[in-house]
């Protein structure tokens, strides 16, 4: 039975053959259901359901600290038992709905080795490294001493980490990114033992997880593409915002970090009888203060003090979506609390010294900055690492909003700002008799500034008043809620406007020359982040740019008239002259390497573009076989092609999209490319088209992008850019969006398509297997024989060469792309600009890695030549 192809946008059928009942899967996991009849029978048996084991059983059935070796097989028997009743139905919850589906992908016997390894060497490594950390972190080690685990957390954990390595590399990464993070930061705030055995378990589960399935895991860090970058990057500021909240609704955090809730939240869990005390000496009012307009004002209290970690939330959304504006925010923020951060541990050093007496935060400060010092200095340097991963990372953030986004933003918060500080003046003036004591209208006016401030982070001078009626306390603390709250709505629009909708003017001026003049199949590709432009004197022409080592390096020829080409070369030339730069003309036809020869430049082959012309495209004949088999494959498997945007794309297709991508990166372990050869953010343009192979269920099996190429305002052809299918969806998917690519854009008129050219690699010139290049105006010189070499070199890493030769299937046109250069004298600093041009995030470390990849990966590919 055959289910008829779903509209474009509608959500795919299910296969009522694919359904199973809940009967069927549970049969199926037969570990799991074993497992949570004995946990109940065991806790009925010895009485522990209601309260947990009662004492002497529960030195035999509690992993603790010190179970060895008096009590070793605690480290197995703590997964039967529950502390109470609560946690018997969570500890059941978590298992079924874990391990029913685990152990039926894992299997039952991978299921079992994993959660009993999970389980054992979980508990092991806690007990290992509490061992270890005892020299350094003593007075959080002496804390967790009494601390027991039970329960089955740990094991379901550690086989949940296990089986995400059959999971799709996106999510596979993003699972662990996100589990990893949330135990992390548990065990760093909260600090109990039993965070560090579910902590411990997972990483367990991870390494053991790749062996179950066969292969070795990887370690080291995971080459991801820069949209994935900026996810993974985003994940990991959220976390460290939603740290320091956590270690201060936690009233018995004892972790590394959880001394920051006193620093960065002021969230300060108080009872009655410490207020008491606390406002009985004279010395502590702020703190008093304080602490009151906590206990009155709620949700708005607790929501003033963690403000910090309200902003990074929201600008952790800005850094997923690549906004130049929300990395900035982020570092200005990073950078103020590692001030704030050394100014208060230079405050308790002072105060550790001199014996004055402190709040309870700084008490705790004290505390651990005299009994153990690099305790506190641990937590302290977190914002500073986060500020120099962010700089590190700075390059992965260069989407900007439209002009004037950011001034209009600047406008509306003022005027915000002077809205509500006359209404909390107008407001506290007549509300004066709910304050104590009751202020004047100086007095208002002077904490107008405090009011847009966390709370606790205010002067370190007691308030000059504080509310006490219902109406004050609403007024005193609301007018920064709503100023932050309509703030942070405003920012986050900010990061809803399409990068692509607006432009600045030299980058609309070139968009606009493109579209009215004549360009080559890279004329597109200068519209992506990272270029310059330089406009010719007639204001017709323009070449796109940028410099580095000293390298003014081009994207192409020229864009323009054609009459003016070589005019503008000179004129390009004299211009980088002038600001002392070698120019260097990157992936321009043989017209402008002929007119470049006349003037002495010298030139080396770097690509060679495969030209598709439409007008006598069929794919008949037995030269076509190849493509018309992947054609005829595709529809009997269901499999048809779909043009869209990346912007109007379904998010469950975008979604898949990201998996391909992030799969296709993974399984290259290499950094991704970039100058000419485009990435997921370059699809996220609305000029740019979209081609996709998707079945029935809406699977989408590859993708494919097309940049326009325009002639004196319309479209003649497309260039072939972003290509990638999914590792285990049809095989022949790229063949058959080529072809559809083809046929669909022949039947709306177009002349070509480019299949792009691919780096460092030219196509055999055997004129019976395919269509010939056009000659060389001369032999090949050193330089091209090196450039021979390293696309040799290459080749078992990126494969350009085997890329070339999957497009001679389609018997393109070839047309040989150079790069000139006036000086050989140049070109070490021409090399490196182009290196660094296609792997901006290329450094010593990763450029090491690289190469030793590459000399595993070219060794590998020898050996099969080396066997007799």
């Not at 069929?618 to 076509?624: C, I, R």
């Not at 669909?744 to 395919?770: T, V």
Request: net charge positive; proline share 7%.
């Amino acid at each position: 039975m055959h289910l008829p192809a779903p509209e474009p946008g509608t959500l795919p059928v299910p296969d009522p053959r694919s359904r199973r009942s809940w009967a069927e899967r549970l049969r199926s996991a037969q570990l799991t259901l074993g497992f949570v009849v004995l946990f109940w029978g065991l806790g009925a048996l010895t009485s522990s359901l209601s309260a947990g084991p009662d004492a002497q059983l529960r030195l035999s059935v509690a992993a603790t600290p010190h179970s060895v070796p008096d009590h070793w097989w605690a480290i197995g028997a703590s997964a039967l038992w529950a502390r109470d009743l609560p946690d018997y139905v969570l500890g059941t919850v978590l298992v079924l709905l874990l391990g029913v589906p685990l152990e039926r992908r894992m299997g039952r016997r991978a299921f079992a080795i994993a959660a009993v390894s999970s389980q054992i060497l979980g508990v092991g490594v806690s007990l290992g490294f509490l061992a270890a950390a005892q020299g350094l972190l003593g007075s959080w080690i002496a804390e967790i001493g009494s601390h027991l685990f039970m329960g089955p957390s740990a094991f379901i954990i550690g086989t949940a980490m296990a089986g995400t390595a059959s999971m799709p590399t996106l999510w596979r990464r993003r699972t662990r990114l996100a589990g990893f993070a949330l135990l992390l930061l548990l065990a760093l705030y909260s600090g109990g033992f039993a965070d560090l055995v579910r902590l411990g378990a997972a990483g367990v589960g991870t390494v053991l997880g790749p062996l179950l399935m066969g292969r070795r895991p990887r370690f080291g860090r995971p080459v991801s593409s820069r949209h994935e970058g900026r996810v993974l990057l985003s994940l990991l500021i959220a976390a460290s915002a939603i740290g320091p909240v956590v270690a201060g609704l936690i009233p018995h955090a004892v972790g590394p970090l959880s001394i920051l809730r006193f620093l960065f939240t002021n969230i300060q869990p108080i009872d009655a009888q410490t207020l008491q005390a606390l406002c009985s000496d004279p010395s502590q009012a702020k703190d008093c203060a304080v602490a009151q307009l906590q206990l009155r004002a709620g949700a708005g209290g607790i929501f003033m003090a963690i403000l910090p970690s309200f902003l990074l939330l929201l600008l952790a959304d800005g850094l997923r979506r690549g906004r130049r504006f929300a990395w900035v925010c982020t570092v200005v923020i990073q950078v103020g609390l590692s001030v704030l951060a050394g100014i208060a541990l230079a405050g308790v050093l002072q105060l550790t010294g001199s014996g004055t007496g402190a709040s309870e935060g700084i008490a705790a400060i004290e505390g651990s900055a005299s009994s153990q010092p690099f305790t506190l200095a641990i937590p302290l340097l977190l914002p500073v690492a986060l500020t120099i991963v962010l700089l590190s990372t700075r390059k992965l953030f260069h989407v900007k909003a439209p002009d004037g986004t950011y001034r209009r933003l600047v406008v509306r918060i003022l005027l915000i700002a002077g809205v509500l500080s006359v209404v909390y003046v107008t407001a506290g003036f007549f509300l004066a008799q709910g304050f104590s004591p009751a202020p004047g209208l100086p007095e208002l006016l002077a904490d107008v500034p405090d009011r847009f401030l966390p709370l606790g982070f205010v002067l370190d001078a007691p308030p000059a008043f504080f509310p006490e009626s219902t109406a004050a306390v609403l007024v005193y603390e609301g007018v920064g809620v709503v100023f932050w709250a309509i703030t942070g709505f405003l920012i986050f629009r900010t990061f809803l406007h399409q990068a692509h909708s607006r432009h600045d003017a030299s980058t609309e001026r070139a968009r606009k020359v493109i579209k009215t003049s004549e360009g080559s199949s890279l004329s597109w590709m200068t519209t992506w982040p990272g270029n310059m432009y330089w406009f010719s004197a007639s204001g017709r022409s323009f070449v796109a740019y940028r410099v580095n080592t000293g390298v003014a390096l081009t994207l192409g020829g020229p864009v323009g008239p054609k009459a003016e080409m070589n005019a503008v070369f000179e004129e390009f030339a004299d211009y980088c002259r002038g600001n002392g730069w070698t120019p260097c003309f990157y992936s321009v036809p043989q017209d402008l390497r002929d007119h470049a020869d006349s003037f002495g430049w010298s030139s080396a082959q770097v690509a060679q573009e495969t030209v598709l012309p439409l007008h006598s495209v069929s794919f008949k004949g037995k030269k076509f076989q190849d493509i018309r088999t992947a054609l005829n494959n595709a529809a009997k498997a269901g499999i048809r092609y779909e043009w869209t945007s990346y912007a109007k794309a379904p998010f469950s297709v975008l979604v898949q999209i990201e998996e391909i991508s992030e799969e296709w990166v993974a399984d290259k372990n290499m950094p991704e490319m970039g100058f000419t050869l485009g990435s997921l953010d370059e699809l996220d343009d609305p000029d740019v088209r979209c081609l996709l192979a998707i079945d029935r269920r809406h699977t989408v099996h590859a993708v494919t992008s097309w940049l326009p190429v325009y002639r004196n305002g319309h479209i003649v052809g497309w260039t072939l850019d972003f290509m990638r299918r999914r590792s285990n969806g049809f095989r022949a998917s790229i063949e058959f969006l080529l072809a559809s690519a083809a046929l669909s854009l022949k039947d709306e008129g177009c002349e070509f398509i480019s299949l792009s050219g691919a780096p460092l690699a030219r196509i055999a010139e055997d004129p019976e297997e395919m269509p010939r290049p056009r000659a060389r105006s001369r032999p090949p010189g050193n330089l091209d024989r090196l450039l021979d070499w390293l696309g040799a070199t290459l080749e078992p890493v990126y494969g350009f060469r085997s890329l070339l030769a999957f497009k001679a299937k389609f018997r393109p046109r070839y047309e040989p792309l150079y790069m000139l250069y006036p000086d050989a004298a140049s070109l070490p600093a021409v090399g490196t600009a182009v290196a660094r041009a296609y792997l901006p995030m290329l450094n010593l470390g990763a450029g090491l890695a690289l190469a030793g990849r590459i000399f595993r990966r070219s060794k590998r590919s020898d050996e099969p030549a080396r066997r007799p």
